[in-house]
């Protein structure tokens, strides 16, 4: 059986510009609610996403990732 590949998906919203990289956990979790104008799926998709692609490669960035996934998650719950 094939295993399944996960493509890469360019999101309609703005570009990051290297944020993803260069900003910190918490700072790029507000960033992506902004940007996403509080769209959970969008903000979990573009993580996840990033995740995917980074958690063999470059686990640390992965991490990170996973942070601000959580950091947004419990700010838009609030």
Same mark, same amino acid.
Do not use: H
């Given at each position: 059986? +094939?295993? =399944?590949?996960?493509?890469? %998906? ?5 570009? +990051?510009?290297? =944020? *993803? !990289?260069?900003?910190? @956990?918490?700072?790029? &979790?507000?960033?992506?609610? !902004?940007?996403? %104008?509080?769209? =959970? %799926? ?10 995917? *692609?980074?958690? %063999?490669?470059?686990?640390?960035? +992965? =991490? !990170?990732?996973? @942070?601000?996934?959580?950091? &947004?998650?419990?700010?838009?719950? !609030?």
């Amino acid at each position: 059986m +094939a295993e =399944k590949r996960p493509e890469w %998906k360019d999101s309609k919203y703005e570009d +990051a510009k290297g =944020k *993803f !990289k260069d900003l910190s @956990c918490d700072a790029l &979790a507000d960033w992506l609610i !902004k940007s996403r %104008k509080g769209n =959970k %799926k969008a903000i979990v998709g573009s993580l996840n996403q990033q995740i995917v *692609f980074n958690r %063999k490669k470059n686990p640390t960035y +992965a =991490k !990170k990732m996973k @942070c601000a996934r959580n950091k &947004a998650m419990k700010k838009l719950d !609030k």
